[in-house]
């Protein structure tokens, strides 16, 4: 057994610990190769955590001049990171981007129904059987993953963004998190602290998702005090309510 399929099992594994029905699930781990290594920038001594849709393909190409490999792509976690290079990870700085969960999760919706070829097959079939019968219906598309909560840990641009960043106990794990709605206020901070000076491209921009009209109505962010260690004010939307759900 390879060692994604043995990581699958556990994925489902713990799932059913917490009281969900991962039998729901494919049999089979998503197809990809294992972690991606690539947003480890040695001459920056910088790693890059990408959180799905939260611009992080206009990072990696800010920095790909500094990458050691041409394809900078993948959303590897903090937790994978610290495990398979735990001496870079305890002298590099690091970093990530969080998104407000709903507008994270209307650019996720639009984003699936599309079918991108980047998904791969694997993700694509996935869609297709599961999710993409929700293409007109943003509603139902909710009510899906509020009934069926296994899926979002199939789909990485699903899933919680604190699942990216820290650990299962909730610690975070990267030196800065920054927030995607000051992007270029961010971008610049980090540009300073990493001692480069490069424009972040705006790359994958689109319209904002056409929602069904009988659409979920938004609920209001609660607003939260900063954290107590300041480095944390994207809490205020509370990282997708830590439940998984929009």
């Not at 059987?129 to 840990?153: K, M, N, Q, S, W």
């Not at 260690?229 to 929009?246: I, K, M």
Request: hydrophobic share 35%; charged share 20%; aromatic share 12%.
């Amino acid at each position: 057994m390879s060692a994604t399929q043995r990581l699958w099992r556990q994925v489902k594994r713990t799932l059913n610990q917490q009281g969900w029905d991962a039998r729901r699930l494919p049999r089979r781990a998503p197809s990809w190769q294992g972690p991606y290594l690539h947003q480890i920038y040695p001459r920056l001594e910088t790693i890059f955590v990408h959180v799905p849709k939260t611009g992080g393909t206009s990072v990696q190409v800010a920095l790909s001049p500094w990458a050691n490999k041409r394809f900078t792509g993948g959303h590897t976690t903090a937790l994978e990171f610290a495990f398979i290079e735990p001496e870079a990870w305890q002298r590099y700085f690091t970093f990530g981007f969080v998104r407000d969960p709903w507008d994270r999760l209307l650019s996720a919706y639009q984003y699936l129904m599309a079918l991108p070829p980047e998904l791969g097959i694997s993700l694509q079939d996935f869609v297709r059987g599961r999710l993409l019968r929700y293409a007109d219906d943003f509603d139902g598309f909710v009510a899906h993953l509020a009934a069926e909560p296994t899926v979002i840990y199939y789909v990485p641009h699903l899933r919680p963004q604190h699942t990216f960043l820290g650990d299962p106990q909730g610690h975070i794990l990267v030196d800065h998190v920054a927030r995607f709605e000051a992007i270029d206020a961010e971008w610049r901070g980090i540009c300073q602290r990493i001692g480069i000076d490069v424009p972040l491209p705006h790359h994958r921009q689109s319209t904002p998702p056409t929602v069904h009209p009988r659409a979920t109505p938004r609920r209001a962010a609660p607003k939260s005090p900063r954290s107590t260690n300041g480095t944390s004010p994207c809490l205020a939307t509370r990282w997708d309510e830590r439940s998984g759900r929009p």
